[in-house]
Structures are given as C-alpha cells and as structure tokens.
C-alpha cells in the first residue's frame, strides 16, 4: 500500500520554542565564522544600547536637580554637563540600536536565503502525487508568509522581545532600589495587567487572523486560477462568474479584516488605559513624595521618565506578539511543508546509470495510485537498445503511468522496470532522468525567452548548440523570423507561441540533451492533421538510434513502431506489430477501424 500523499508533521503540536529552535543553526552557521562573529557584535551593541536607554533617565533626574540653588559656579556647569550627558546616552542609544541592525543584517538575509533555498529545493524533491495534490498559488502562499515571518520573528523577536524583558526587569529593580516597595509593586501591576490583557485579546485576534489568512489564500488561488484560465474564461464569457467568485472569496477576507480592525482599536484603547493608570498612580505617589521633602523635582521627573520609556515597547507588545503567534503559525506551515518525506528516494546505495543499449523491461509491473485507485496490474515487455514500442490504449488504461514510472516519478507497487539490467529503484534519480529525453503532450514553457526554454535541455549549452538544436527541430526559420529572435519572450507556459511551435521548442530542446532512451507522450494528439505530419517526421528523425517508447491515442501515429502494446483497464490485452494485430480483428483493430471512420467523416 502507497504511503499517504501528505505525511503528519513533526511539528504538527508542538511547542513554539521548538520551531523558533529550528531557525537557530541558520544563525550560527558552522561554516561562517565571520557570520557568528557578527552575531557576537550584534549582542554586544544590544546590551551597549539597552545601556545607555536605561541610564538615560538617571542623566535627566541630575540635570533637573542640578538646576536647584548652588554654587555660582556649578549652577552653570553642572546643568550644562547633565544635560549633554542626558541628550549623549539618548543618541547612543539609538545609534547603538541602528548599528547592531547593521551588523545583523548580513546575518539574517543569509539565514533566510539558506531557508529559502532549502525549501525551494524540498519542493522539487517532493513527488508528483504531491504536486498533483496541492495547489501551486496555495502553495506558494505557504513558503512566502514562512519566509516573512522568518524574518520578522529574526528582527523582533531577538531584539525587541527579549531585550524589552530584560529592560523591564531592570526597571522594576530601580523601582524598588531607587524609590521602594510601592513604586515596585504599582509598576509591576501595571505591566502585569498590561501583559495580560494584550495576551488575551492578541489570541483572540490571532484566530481572527488565521480566518483573514485561510480567505486571503482562497481569494489569492482563485484570482491566480483564473488568470492562468484566461482562455477558458474568454470561450465560456464567465468573465462576471470569475468576478463573483473572486468577490465572494474576498468578501469573507473583508468579514475578517473588519474584525481584525475593530479588535486592534479595542487593543489600543484597553492598552493606554491600563498604562495611563499606572502613570498617573506612580506620579501621584512622587508628587506627595516631592512636597514632603523626601524627594526631589528630579526624581518626580526620573519616575515619569523611566514610565514613558518602558510605555513605548509596551505600545508594541500588543501588535508584535500578535505578529509572533502569527509568525509561528506560518513558520510551523512551512516546516510542515519540509518535514513532509518525498514518495521518490534515492536508495542508500544507490549508484549511477549506466547506458550500454538502453534496453527498457518492464516485468509484472503493478501500481497503484492509491488503494481505491488500481492503475496497473501485472504489466510486461521489453524494449530493446535502438527498438520502439507503442501504448495504446482508451482513455484512463494507464498509458502515461508507464511514463511515469520509467521515468520514477512514482514507485511500482510490484514488479521490476529495468534499464539495462539495472532495477531504476536502485539507481540515482539524478542519472536515470538523464537518460530519458520526454516530449510530452502538453509543452509547458518557462515565461522567458525561446533560446533559454531550447537551452534547457542542456545545462551550459552555448548559442550554437541551441541553433543547431532549432535547425534540427525545423523551427529556427521561425524564431529567426520574430523580431527579437531567440530572445523573444514565449509568455507564462509559452501562450505567445502556437501548439506546433512549442512542441518544435520542446522537440529542440530534447535533441539538445541527446537521451539514449526517448519518451514520447501523446507528443502529437492536440495538433492539427498538418502541423502533426510535420512534427511526426520531426519526431522520427529524432527517434534514430535511440530507444523509443510511444504512449499515443492516435493510432496513425505509431504504426511503424516495432510492437504495440495494448492496453485495457490497467492490463495489457494485445500486443504484436500494427500488421499482425490489425489481422486478429481484436480491440487494436477495432480502434483502428474507428478511428479511420472518423477520420473519412471530417
């Protein structure tokens, strides 16, 4: 039995520490000694600043109190210093602050990069029933939001969070030092309150946000689904259908983001109550402080100092842990996405391709696509170096699963596919793929140029070799003719060029990467009559001396195959040659006999 298409994560649960942890080898990177020195340096101006933020109200009580009655002297010189020294510690604070960014910055756009790759790379890796399963702009949506909220929890997490705790708790210390226990305790219930109520209200708004997430993706696939169906919108005139089911994804996204809007005004609001509660408490008790004589004006404007200090970060609290929690939903969606295991592996020990005839054998195959889905039972042939063979068969027989599996994109479920004598599960998925050359029914192209899509089939391919590769395809006549040339753009999956012409496009590019084993995959079927003569005899010349298997609906189309294979339901029917199965008069010929109907009826 298959392995389910998308496996639990193992962060599916679990604590969010254990996915900040993940992140924390891609800042300190072993082979990056100059990166984790920057990392130190980041933390040493951290400290340096939190620092001079916390002296800085110390600087601004001795300039109001040396503005008292003294000498003649230090009435001027005195106040004059305090002063400089307070507007010093300000301004070293934040330079301090903006330089520690500076520093950091090479650290974290490297670990995010390292990330980013890291998933790109997973992604490829995963299986086609993977892909087949997820929606592309869904999908897309779930690696950008991680990438983001990577970096937001890098730059806030780490140098506003915890540096905020620690001030907070340094603070409250010089509370009680500084001015005693009642001035300790009303801060510390003010922050306590404070923390409370933006932690519950932020957990109501991050569920919230998960319903304006989930309404924003659905509008994202909706609008990219139909973009990519610009066509299909056009022949069906549903231009106001495709309207009202995008209106209908963003009117639930507009429910929610209205709700997120109000929550964060009733956040705000409930925010500056509790500290406008706390600030007028502490100066209430300094003022009777002040005019008993046990404190000085200093001191009165030291505790306001020290409140309004810590009321910025706090002013944040609410927005940045809101960020957070959300950060970490998307981060643990993205670590899912990399935690789930590919169906495809490469074996321990698995060794390289390698090609004497390219010899093709297909013994007792079965395959499943899932354990209500039987595709293939029981499938056997051979193919030998230089041969041909043809699939036919009606639609859904599994004629394109035999692809697939040649080509491992799936596993068999039973049997042996060999090459050579060489069973392809143990074989690097790497050097099997660089054998097999594949013109497929439908040619999707890179949105780029035609010389770059032609280049592809040959890593480092020079402009010679993909002009040669056109002439050989018969369409450098064409690209010649465009006003750019090779470097015309072909459109988002090559919609600037007609059937024929990708089909030419990806005929050139398979000749460029000159497999010794050739697939072709209905390359024809959607073709008109004379564009699929041309490109068939393109595909013969291209088929010389190589091992050709042809999966077709068409039946003109291989009847010079060396045997066709039949067929029916997953099971293979009929086999022979076009001659020797036409004079059996069984479901080959009945197809062929219905087809040639057809064909005289246009």
């Known amino acids: 039995m298959r392995r ?20 924390a080898p891609d800042l300190w990177p072993r082979e990056r000694s100059d990166l984790r020195l920057r990392v ?19 600087f601004y009580r001795a300039a109001v109190d040396s503005l008292a009655p003294a000498t003649a002297e230090l009435a001027v010189v005195t106040p004059v210093m305090m002063v400089v020294a307070y507007g010093f510690a300000r301004l070293m604070g934040t330079v301090l602050q903006q330089l520690r960014d500076v520093v950091f910055a090479r650290v974290g756009q490297h670990a995010l990069r390292r990330l980013a790759l890291r998933c790109f790379t997973h992604i490829h890796q995963l299986s086609l029933a993977y892909h087949i399963s997820r929606r592309t702009g869904a999908l897309s949506r779930i690696v950008d939001r991680g990438i983001k909220a990577i970096d937001f929890l890098l730059r806030f997490l780490i140098f506003n969070i915890v540096p905020l705790i620690i001030e907070l708790i340094i603070v409250a210390v010089i509370f009680w030092v500084e001015f005693g226990f009642w001035y300790f305790a009303v801060l510390l219930a003010t922050i306590g309150v404070y ?30 689904d139909s973009l990519l169906n610009y066509e299909t919108v056009k022949y069906f005139g ?22 997120t809007a109000t929550s964060l005004g009733l956040l705000n609001a409930g925010q500056a109550l509790i500290i406008v509660a706390g600030l007028v408490a502490v100066m209430v008790m300094t003022a009777y402080e002040v005019q008993a004589g046990t404190m000085t004006v200093g001191s009165f404007v030291m505790v306001n100092a020290f409140v309004i200090q810590i009321t910025v970060p706090l002013n944040f609290l609410g927005t940045v842990y809101r960020e957070i929690r959300q950060s970490l939903i998307d981060m643990r969606e993205m670590y899912g996405l990399m935690d789930d295991a590919p169906d495809v592996t490469d074996a321990p020990d698995a060794k390289p391709l390698l090609v004497n005839e390219g010899h093709v054998t297909f013994r007792n195959v079965d395959f499943d696509y899932g354990p209500d889905r039987p595709t293939l039972r029981d499938v056997s042939f051979e193919v030998p170096g230089g041969g041909s063979l043809a699939v036919v068969g009606p639609s859904g027989a599994g004629k394109s699963t035999i692809f697939r599996l040649i080509f491992r994109l799936y596993d068999i479920t039973g049997g042996v596919v060999e090459i050579d004598g060489q069973d392809i599960r143990g074989l690097t998925q790497a050097s099997l793929r660089a054998a097999i050359g594949v013109v497929p029914q439908d040619t999707v192209l890179f949105n780029d140029t035609i010389g770059y899509n032609i280049a592809y089939g040959h890593e480092g391919a020079g402009r010679d070799e993909v002009i040669a590769a056109a002439k050989a395809a018969r369409i450098h006549d064409f690209i010649e003719s465009l006003p750019n040339g090779y470097d015309t753009q072909v459109g988002e999956r090559g919609l600037k060029l007609s059937g024929g012409e990708k089909q030419r496009v990806a005929i050139a590019r398979t000749i460029l990467k000159d497999p010794p084993i050739l697939i072709l995959d209905e390359a024809t079927s959607a073709l008109d009559t004379p564009t699929e003569r041309q490109i068939q005899a393109e595909l013969k010349r291209l088929s010389k001396n190589r091992t050709v298997l042809m999966i077709a609906h068409r039946l003109s189309t291989v009847v010079d195959a060396d045997e066709i294979v039949v067929l029916d339901q997953g099971r293979m029917v009929e086999r022979g040659t076009h001659a020797a199965l036409l004079a059996e008069g069984g479901q080959y010929a009945k197809m062929w006999e219905r087809q040639e109907r057809e064909a005289a009826e246009v």
Do not use: C
């Open 40 to 58: 130190v340096i980041a933390l040493i101006l951290l400290v340096l600043a939190k620092v001079s933020t916390i002296v800085t109200p110390f």
């Open 4 to 23: 389910s298409l998308r496996r639990r994560s193992s962060t599916e649960g679990s604590p969010d520490l254990q996915i900040i942890a993940r992140v």
């Open 238 to 259: 549903a231009e106001e259908r495709e309207a009202a089911r995008y209106d209908g994804a963003m009117r639930g996204y507009q429910a929610a983001a209205i709700k």
């Open 195 to 224: 923390t409370l109520f933006t932690f519950w209200v932020t957990e109501w708004r991050v569920k919230i946000r998960i319903r304006m997430n989930e309404q924003d993706q659905d509008a994202h696939q909706k609008a990219v």
